[in-house]
């Protein structure tokens, strides 16, 4: 029994010392602290056009914060969907798989005065739906694939964003 008593102590302080090194790293969003507040993070965002520019505007506004200030840098979206068939192959099923295809271009504008360039980038996302012979059911498909896309495509662009103006 006096043989377990030296690894069991050793455990112990082990564990003890991990948790005391451990305690001094710190994790912290990437959409928070010194990058949420540096000034070329403050943003503002264009008015949406349509439903699918509505929601990336959100998604992003909701992640990122928006700016009042009026030389804080302007984001400009503009998403274009597509649809198309996820799979050539010939099936007896008649539910055939499709894709819808979102596509956004980002234009960030400075209104400060500095002579900066624009930035600008574009993503793409898609999403998956079935199209089975009835009409209805296949708009719903497909406009629930387009905004699980639009989604998809904020978060892209919030990255894009991310790396394009951080300091």
Same mark, same amino acid.
């Given at each position: 029994? =006096? ?7 050793? $455990?112990?302080a ?5 948790g005391?090194?451990? =305690?001094?790293?710190?994790? +912290?969003?990437?959409h /928070?602290?010194? !990058?949420?507040e540096?000034?070329?993070?403050? $943003?503002? *965002?264009? &008015?949406? %056009?349509?439903? !699918? ?7 992003? /506004?909701?992640? $990122?914060?928006? /700016? #009042?200030r009026?030389? &804080?840098?302007?984001? =400009? ?14 099936? &007896? %099923?008649? %539910? @055939? ?8 271009? !980002?234009?960030?504008? *400075?209104?400060?005065?500095?002579g ?9 996302a898609?999403? +998956?739906? %079935? ?8 708009q719903?498909a497909?406009?629930?694939? +387009?905004?699980? &896309?639009? @989604?998809a495509l #904020?978060?892209?662009?919030?990255? #894009?964003? *991310?790396?394009? $103006?951080?300091?």
């Open positions: 029994m =006096s043989l377990f008593r030296p690894s069991r102590i050793a $455990l112990i082990l564990s003890l010392s991990g005391v090194a451990l =305690s001094a790293c710190s994790f +912290q969003p990437v /928070s602290g010194r !990058l949420a540096a000034a070329q993070m403050q $943003l503002a *965002y264009a &008015a949406p %056009n349509t439903r !699918l520019e509505q929601i990336v505007y959100q998604e992003l /506004s909701f992640r $990122l914060g928006t /700016s #009042a009026p030389d &804080a840098p302007l984001v =400009s979206i503009s998403v274009r969907p597509e649809t198309a068939v996820a799979f050539r192959s010939q099936t &007896a %099923n008649p %539910n @055939k798989l499709h894709e819808a295809r979102v596509t956004g271009d !980002l234009v960030i504008t *400075y209104r400060d005065n500095s900066r360039a624009p930035v600008r980038v574009t993503r793409t898609t999403a +998956q739906f %079935n199209r089975s012979g009835q009409v209805l059911a296949e719903a497909e406009l629930e694939a +387009q905004e699980r &896309a639009a @989604k #904020a978060e892209s662009l919030r990255l #894009a964003i *991310y790396a394009a $103006l951080a300091p």
